[in-house]
């Protein structure tokens, strides 16, 4: 089984109703998806997407993944479908990182492989331990009152973890938020507070001393993991790192010198499923919490989040993030990634369980192959 042809195509997904979804580093109001078909010589097609949040949320952008793409695709041509590793490397030998456009490649050989044994991508992952996984809801950078009610809705709603998104507006704001959403919720749900790299060292300081009393993790305050790791001991609260793991490497280092009590992981960011199995297992070792996510996408990307999430010990799982709330339309309608009560129900079918409608995102932008 071999590569004979890759599609490449562009999709482009609002916010609902002409939304923003507001964070401290930036305000988003639409995205452009890449995604990756992979034909093989026997007719099975396989899938793959990647859609970074933007261009200043990490470094990572939509023309840079689809340069990328078309630096690794002609090498791919002809190449057997047989196993992961022999494919990875032919991807290193074409382009030095970028794993955040490796990563739509990943998942698709993993559609295939699954496809062609008959199994989920959850089976070929380690296995699932769960028929749904927990969803998390994201509440944008806003007004307390109207955050701390929409936390409530979404509570009711099933949610088992909310996170609060803060910064890029004053301390008085951030603090008011916290002490809101959590006289709104209380235990039912559990909190993280997502600085999105947007706070100094003092300021997430004095905003962990002005909410002491209320039980959340802080994901990500400030740019670097240097600059997190000044936080060591000073805190109450737990932190988690998310933007700050940028490839295998920086998560060892993190879990190592004990910066990070828990992550927020994005499957792109660090290069696909398959390195992604090696991080998930890196923190069962040192029961290190954390999610599995991607910054944006459409039902290729949710398929993919949630495979892995299911292969997640629960008591160590964070959640998964999927856009599905914040997006309109689906890429399979018979067999949509959706949230429901809260929780994700894993895919049963083989490869990702999703297959994109013909037509669904008009011509290709780029095809390599026959």
């Known amino acids: 089984m071999r590569i004979e042809r890759i599609n490449v195509y562009s999709k482009l997904l609002p916010v609902k109703g002409g939304g923003v979804y507001r964070m401290a580093s930036d305000d988003v109001q639409s995205l452009d998806s890449t995604l990756v078909e992979i034909v ?62 490796k ?3 990943d998942i698709g050989f993993l559609d295939i492989l699954g496809q062609r044994l008959g199994v989920p991508v959850s089976t070929l992952l380690g296995g699932a331990l769960t028929d749904r996984v927990q969803s998390y809801y994201s ?128 499957v792109t960011r660090l290069g696909g499923l398959t390195k992604m199995t090696t991080i998930r297992d890196l923190c069962a070792i040192r029961s290190l919490p954390h ?12 398929a993919a989040c949630t495979h892995l999430a299911s292969t997640v010990e629960p008591r160590r799982f964070e959640g998964a993030w999927i856009a599905q709330e914040y997006i309109e339309d689906h890429y399979d309608e018979a067999n949509p990634i959706v949230i429901t009560g809260g929780h994700i129900p894993v895919p049963q079918g083989p490869g990702l369980g999703v297959k994109p409608e013909q037509g669904t995102f008009g011509d290709p932008i780029a095809v390599y192959g026959s």
């Open 139 to 266: 509440l944008i950078v806003g007004d307390p009152d109207e955050t701390a009610r929409i936390a409530a809705d979404k509570v009711k709603a099933g949610y088992p973890r909310l996170q609060v998104k803060i910064g890029g507006r004053n301390l008085e704001q951030d603090v008011a938020t916290i002490h809101k959403v959590w006289e709104a919720v209380g235990f039912r749900a559990r909190l993280v507070v997502d600085g999105n790299r947007g706070l100094t060292t003092a300021y997430a300081m004095n905003l962990d001393r002005l909410c002491a009393s209320i039980p959340f993790a802080l994901e990500q305050p400030c740019n670097t993991m240097d600059e997190v790791a000044t936080l060591k001991g000073r805190l109450v609260h737990p932190v988690y790192l998310d933007e700050s793991t940028e490839d295998q490497n920086a998560v060892l280092r993190a879990v190592s010198s004990g910066i990070a009590d828990g992550f927020g992981f994005k």
């Open 40 to 101: 093989t010589n026997n007719g099975l097609t396989g899938w793959g997407e990647t859609c970074p949040i933007g261009p200043v949320y990490q470094p990572h952008h939509t023309l840079g993944a689809r340069a990328a793409i078309d630096e690794i695709a002609p090498g791919l041509i002809g190449q057997e479908i047989a196993s992961i590793r022999p494919l990875a490397k032919r991807m290193d030998e074409r382009l030095n990182g970028h794993g955040y456009a």
């Open 103 to 105: 990563a739509a490649f």
């Open 291 to 302: 999610s599995c996510d991607d910054a944006w996408g459409g039902d290729i990307i949710a």
